[in-house]
C-alpha cells in the first residue's frame, strides 16, 4: 500500500474533513476499514495510519521492547497512548479530535500528504513551508544515495 501525492481539504466547525478520494480508493483496494490518528513523532503534523500498518508499527517497537527496559516500555506506552482509532463515515469524512487539531495546528485549511504506507495531515501553511526550500531536499537525497548517513 503506497500513498503519494498532496491534496488540500477543509476542516468543518466539527473537526470533520474528506480523506482524499485517492486515498479512499487505496484503502477500500486493500480492504482497510480501521484508521488510526496520532501526532506525528518529528513533525507538527497528524499520521494517518491504515489498521495494518499501524498493527506493524507496534509489533516492531514491541519486538525490540524488553518488558524489563523502562525506557523501552516508557517509549512504546506514549507512542500506542497519543493514538486514537478513527473511522471514515459514509461520505469519506473522518472526524479529527479537537487535541489532535490543536497539537498540529489546524485551524481551516489542511493538506493531506500521501509518504509511503501512511497519510500525514498538515497544516496547509506548515505543508507549504516544507517544500520552499527544493536544494535542501536535493541535497538530503545526494547525501542519502551516495552515502549511508541520516540527513541533518
Same mark, same amino acid.
Request: net charge negative; hydrophobic share 40%; proline share 3%.
Given at each position: ?9 477543509? @476542516?468543518?466547525?466539527?473537526?470533520? @474533513? ?91 485549511? @489542511? ?42
Amino acid at each position: 500500500m503506497r500513498f503519494t501525492g498532496n491534496i488540500d481539504a477543509k @476542516v468543518d466547525e466539527k473537526g470533520r @474533513v474528506f480523506v482524499p478520494s485517492s486515498f479512499r480508493k487505496i484503502l477500500q483496494k486493500e480492504e482497510e476499514q480501521g484508521l488510526i490518528l496520532r501526532r506525528d513523532i518529528f513533525q507538527r503534523c497528524l499520521t494517518l495510519y491504515p489498521q495494518q500498518v499501524w498493527n506493524e508499527q507496534v509489533d516492531a517497537i514491541t519486538a525490540r521492547t524488553n518488558m524489563f527496559d523502562r525506557n523501552g516500555r516508557n517509549a512504546l506506552r506514549q507512542f500506542v497512548a497519543g493514538a486514537e482509532a478513527v473511522s471514515m463515515d459514509s461520505g469519506g469524512r473522518i472526524l479529527i479530535p479537537k487535541r489532535y487539531l490543536e497539537e498540529a495546528n489546524i485551524k481551516n485549511d @489542511v493538506r493531506f500528504i500521501g509518504v509511503d504506507n501512511i497519510i500525514e495531515v498538515w497544516n496547509k501553511q506548515d505543508a507549504e513551508a516544507l517544500s520552499s526550500q527544493p536544494e535542501a531536499l536535493a541535497d538530503c537525497l545526494e547525501e542519502m544515495m551516495n552515502a549511508p548517513q541520516e540527513c541533518k
